[in-house]
């Protein structure tokens, strides 16, 4: 018996490789079965995506469900006009409607098992904006677990994510889709009031002193009838948070901020009513000068080096077949050769510099197209809107308040200025 006990111990660690190799292929295997699954766009999750059934079929495709769609349309839509995830959940929960994990019970006559409050929140909220399955799009393999031991789940680069496109059909359109992006990556995040309203500016001033944002306050006035009215003004963060050893005063009221970024917009809508095509010269120019490209000369320089590095070729051939021919001497030859290979490389990086930067010209032309397109739907605006501003609006600066000189409002349009990459300040080392 002891025999026994002693020759199993000695085996022990060969049972324990054996064990953790049968393991660690079992789990490949596995995951090697679920990636093939995703490109073949068979849906296999456990539940069908909130807005979605899965069908019969082999590969389960999801099927649109009519009820929960529409709270999915609501709720891009929503986000494309600037409210909050927290807002978009507060409107959801006011109006009595189901959290997915509630409805998808209902529907099936259950009562709901999980334990949840049975509220809307932001992080479902966020969860259901960042899926691409609302736009026809599969994307499967989003998530992995940190190996056969460990099951802890986290999230996968989007890059690494396998996406069949055009899997279903969408509920929303490409264009809602990238309105959201756009605004997931505005600068503005906008604070509402205590009345629930966000104004249309919230988010998109900043001082242009100090380079942080404007804040936005209010303070009680007496009218004429003695009536007590509120009147909302912006400053500087720094200049109301530490005073005037951080900042000064950049006082500027709502409604007079308001109607400076109105006029300008009606102004440039009417430009281009009146002569687009001026207009587009105009947008395309003030782009340019942003950049100091100068396009004529880039494609002449092009075609110039293009042309060079053909000759290039045919020079280096040449000289190649004079030494076969024993016309030239082998040091000519190479001395030839380098010489030519060293201008033909000194040329390519031209070009590939050329090439990229015609490149970025032609995206400029389809950003001024595409910034036209959406002046044209506020030609006949009459007063400043939250959409209105996230659509054409990077953000604003405005100068130091003085009672005995005229302020200095400077309006930076999406599509025709430079984004902000920090959305705190105009002034981050990223920007400077």
């Not at 111990?9 to 789990?27: K, R």
């Not at 927290?86 to 209902?106: G, K, V």
């Not at 030239?328 to 000194?346: G, R, S, T």
Request: glycine share 2%; charged share 30%; proline share 3%.
């Amino acid at each position: 018996m002891e025999l026994q006990t002693a020759h199993a111990m000695e085996m022990m660690p060969v049972i324990n490789l054996f064990n953790e190799w049968h393991a660690s292929s079992t789990s490949k295997k596995i995951k090697a079965v679920i990636e093939a699954n995703a490109r073949e766009g068979r849906y296999k999750s456990s539940y069908a995506a909130y807005g979605y059934t899965k069908a019969d079929d082999e590969t389960h495709t999801p099927i649109i469900d009519p009820e929960a769609a529409e709270v999915i349309r609501r709720i891009f839509k929503l986000r494309s006009q600037g409210v909050t995830p927290r807002h978009i959940a507060d409107q959801l929960n006011a109006d009595s409607i189901p959290i997915p994990s509630d409805y998808f019970y209902q529907k099936q006559g259950k009562v709901n098992p999980k334990f949840t409050r049975h509220l809307w929140c932001q992080t479902t909220i966020r969860t259901i904006l960042n899926n691409p399955i609302y736009l026809g799009n599969m994307a499967m393999n989003r998530t992995t677990t940190i190996s056969y031991k460990n099951h802890k789940t986290v999230k996968k680069e989007q890059s690494d994510w396998i996406v069949t496109e055009n899997n279903h059909e969408p509920i929303i359109s490409q264009e809602l889709w990238d309105r959201v992006r756009e605004v997931e990556q505005s600068v503005s995040r906008g604070k509402r009031s205590k009345d629930g309203t966000l104004k249309p500016l919230s988010g998109l001033l900043y001082c242009c002193d100090c380079g942080f944002k404007m804040k936005s306050a209010g303070q009680n006035r007496k009218n004429r009838q003695s009536e007590r009215y509120r009147k909302i003004f912006f400053n500087c963060d720094s200049y109301a948070s530490f005073g005037k050893c951080a900042c000064t005063s950049h006082y500027i009221t709502q409604k007079e901020i308001e109607a400076i970024v109105l006029a300008d917009i009606r102004s440039m809508a009417s430009f281009v009513i009146a002569d687009e095509d001026t207009a587009r010269t105009a947008f395309l120019f003030k782009k340019e000068q942003q950049t100091s490209r100068q396009s004529k000369a880039d494609v002449k320089r092009l075609n110039d080096s293009s042309h060079r590095l053909a000759e290039l070729d045919s020079l280096m051939q040449s000289v190649y077949e004079d030494k076969v021919m024993g016309k030239i001497p082998e040091h000519l030859c190479v001395n030839f050769l380098q010489k030519y290979e060293a201008e033909q490389q000194e040329l390519r990086m031209i070009v590939d510099e050329l090439e990229e930067r015609l490149s970025a010209e032609k995206q400029d032309m389809e950003d001024v197209e595409e910034f036209i397109r959406r002046l044209k739907k506020y030609i006949d605006i009459q007063e400043l809107t939250r959409e209105l501003c996230l659509e054409l609006i990077e953000y604003v600066t405005v100068d130091e308040y003085s009672a005995d000189r005229p302020r200095v409002i400077n309006i930076y349009y999406k599509f025709l200025d430079k984004p902000l990459k920090d959305k705190k300040s105009l002034y981050s080392d990223e920007n400077s």
